[in-house]
């Protein structure tokens, strides 16, 4: 699927010197959109001189103009509908069919560390639904396979004034402490520091291949940091050196490894590993 996100001018152009005006223009008070390089506030010139998304039919409003295209989101490849009101784009909605359930808790990674953090109505294997609150909203849902991704400005007053909780004594705080040494797997650690085990025989070279991946001849190495618990379990994920196509099912295997839980001084610690998971196409 072609990737209109990806479809800039040429260096040195005039859409380039547009591109670039437009961009200036529209960067004031913009707010961006996390997985991608568009913003909330974004003039329609500006987008379209980046990529090419027609015109679509849909319920407009005054002063409403709806584009609609191929995207990748985080990775993924799907489509995207802007809604744009007096020519400034106020919403981005993603839809993303056949989505595994690992690529599911990859997004959910990236949105943490984009900053952003969950409230769910509904959280289990099977359904999906959760607002991440960041610099914007960002509604994801998941069901049956199908990812769907709603980005509009934060309300406010919703992030100001949080949900009532019952009273509640305050919750202990988690003293178990982090390693100081980043491991990388498969690589000498310093004289006096015993490397991590991994226990189990999750396939770091050739793991289950993306099937768009595989058709287009995409391979190589992904980076991905790990933060393993004290059970051995990886309990945290960050692609640390990306090839997008492959992010999220390196992020699969990584989050499928168990190894030795791990003791220092005595006393049992998490730690942080970084793994590389390789792909081959041949």
Known sequence: MAAAFLATPAPGSAAT???????SASAQGATRIPGTWMRL???????LARANFPPAEGPKGR?????????IWFGLPGEVTLQFRSD???????????????????????????????????????????????????????RQ??????????????EAVPARAPSRPPARRDTVPVFPQ??????????????????????????????????AGVQGRVWVRALVDTNGAVTATEVVR?????????????????????????????FRVEIPVIFMAR
């Open 242 to 270: 990306s090839i997008p196509e492959l992010d999220s099912a390196a992020v699969s295997v990584a989050r499928r490894c168990r190894f030795r839980p791990y003791v220092a001084e005595g006393s049992p610690v998490r």
């Open 17 to 23: 010197a547009t591109a670039a005006s437009a961009e």
């Open 145 to 158: 396979g199908k990812v769907l991704v709603k980005v509009t400005p934060l309300d406010p007053l919703r």
């Open 88 to 142: 400034r784009l106020e919403r981005v909605e993603y839809a993303i069919d056949d989505v595994a359930p690992h690529s599911v808790d990859y997004l959910r990674d990236q949105l943490r560390m984009a900053g952003y953090r969950p409230r769910c109505e509904q959280d289990d294997p099977w359904v999906l639904l959760c607002d991440w609150l960041g610099a914007a909203n960002v509604r994801l849902e998941s």
């Open 182 to 215: 980043l491991f990388i797997l498969g690589r000498a650690t310093p004289a006096g520091v015993r490397a991590p085990a991994l226990v189990d025989s999750t396939p770091l070279v050739s793991p289950p291949y993306p099937a768009r991946a595989r058709a």
């Open 63 to 71: 002063g409403v103009v709806l584009r609609k295209g191929p995207a």
């Open 41 to 47: 506030g974004d003039t329609e010139g500006h987008i």
